[in-house]
């Protein structure tokens, strides 16, 4: 019987413990992850000691050696439009209008 209870015992701490090293995770290693996952879908280029990423919209094909229909971006611009698009689609984190809990029948608040 106390065999059983120590077991249950240690069992129970490594659950509480795996479980706060999953949540203790940084945000910033899915951020990255997030920010690899789109920078794959451009190029990578050095500019005046800045990393630039560009992709050529799809616009028909041109011949010209300067492609009007290619969009540059720099890294921290691209870096913010995905955090951007991650906190928009999440509403946990996006934020609003305080909660107000209304007492039936009751007027104002």
């Known amino acids: 019987m106390a065999n059983n209870r120590v077991f ?19 945000s910033g290693s899915l951020d990255e992850k997030y920010f690899q ?16 990423y560009c ?5 028909g094909a041109t011949l010209i050696p300067f492609d009007p229909n290619r969009r540059c971006i720099s890294e921290a611009v691209l870096r913010q439009a995905v955090e951007n698009y991650r906190v928009t689609r999440n509403p946990v984190t996006r934020g609003g209008p305080p909660y107000v809990a209304t007492v039936p029948g009751r007027v104002g608040g």
């Open 8 to 26: 249950r015992s240690i069992l129970l701490a490594s659950g509480v413990l795996l479980m706060g090293a999953c949540a203790s995770q940084p």
């Open 37 to 52: 996952k789109e920078a794959s879908n451009y190029l990578k280029f050095q500019h005046e000691g800045q990393t630039v």
């Open 55 to 59: 992709r050529t919209e799809e616009s």
